[in-house]
């Protein structure tokens, strides 16, 4: 494995943590993933077969929180590379991963859990409005922090938005009515969970 990056990720179980994860172990770098101690003793079925395919494929588990300075330190002290996959109620506190990894002084990379739109560049109205300006407010942190970091921007999640027809509220494509923004010829990009997490 000489030449591999050790990569961190932190959300791996969630929505689009398990693609990054698939990704990582794909190309070969040796995965690690924080996770809490209720996420493996205590998992949801999906969740369980989620860990034993993961652990199956070599990844390595680490107990901790995010919100647990020293099991933060503890893990970073032995990756390369971070990646965080929270999801959006957690966004605000990813800052908490950034005095560890200035403690820690190795990370060579950092990719904050910013899969979506360029939240400096877009024009959003609530509810992702409210998000977006989480997310800037970090990117600012970050930018600040000394940390090396990258984000990756890559528009729309296919599996997520397609599915409903980008109808949010919608679990299957809707029979009744459809929402079309403005005259309905606005082109939209969107990109499969796992093309994006090959991108890292």
Same mark, same amino acid.
């Given at each position: 494995m000489?030449?591999?990056?050790?990569?961190?990720?932190?959300?791996?179980?969630?929505?689009?943590?398990?693609?990054?994860?698939e990704?990582?172990?794909?190309?070969?770098?040796?995965t690690?993933?924080?996770?809490?101690?209720s996420?493996?003793?205590?998992?949801t079925?999906?969740?369980?077969?989620?860990?034993?395919?993961f652990?199956?494929?070599?990844?390595?588990?680490?107990?901790?929180?995010?919100?647990?300075?020293?099991s933060?330190v503890?893990?970073i002290?032995?990756?390369?590379?971070?990646?965080? !996959?929270?999801?959006s109620?957690?966004?605000?506190?990813?800052?908490?991963?950034?005095?560890?990894?200035?403690?820690?002084?190795?990370?060579?990379?950092?990719?904050?859990?910013?899969?979506?739109?360029?939240?400096d560049?877009?024009?959003?109205?609530?509810?992702?409005?409210s998000?977006?300006?989480?997310?800037?407010?970090f990117r600012r942190?970050?930018?600040?922090?000394g940390?090396?970091?990258t984000?990756?921007?890559?528009?729309c %999640?296919?599996?997520? %938005?397609?599915?409903?027809?980008?109808?949010?509220?919608?679990?299957?494509?809707?029979?009744?009515?459809?929402?079309?923004?403005?005259?309905?010829? !606005?082109?939209?990009?969107?990109?499969?969970e796992?093309?994006i997490?090959?991108?890292?």
């Amino acid at each position: 494995m000489a030449g591999k990056s050790k990569i961190l990720i932190i959300g791996g179980t969630g929505y689009m943590g398990k693609f990054i994860v698939e990704a990582s172990i794909s190309a070969g770098h040796p995965t690690f993933l924080l996770v809490r101690e209720s996420t493996l003793s205590n998992p949801t079925p999906h969740k369980s077969d989620l860990i034993q395919t993961f652990t199956n494929s070599g990844v390595t588990f680490i107990l901790g929180d995010l919100y647990d300075h020293e099991s933060l330190v503890k893990v970073i002290k032995q990756v390369d590379v971070v990646i965080s !996959t929270v999801g959006s109620t957690q966004v605000n506190d990813q800052h908490k991963l950034l005095p560890a990894m200035k403690e820690t002084g190795n990370v060579k990379r950092f990719f904050l859990s910013e899969f979506g739109s360029d939240v400096d560049r877009g024009h959003p109205v609530e509810p992702a409005k409210s998000i977006f300006g989480q997310k800037v407010q970090f990117r600012r942190l970050v930018e600040a922090s000394g940390v090396p970091y990258t984000y990756v921007v890559s528009n729309c %999640f296919a599996g997520l %938005f397609v599915r409903a027809l980008a109808q949010l509220d919608a679990t299957s494509p809707p029979r009744d009515k459809v929402v079309i923004l403005a005259d309905g010829n !606005t082109k939209a990009v969107f990109n499969t969970e796992e093309d994006i997490a090959t991108i890292l």
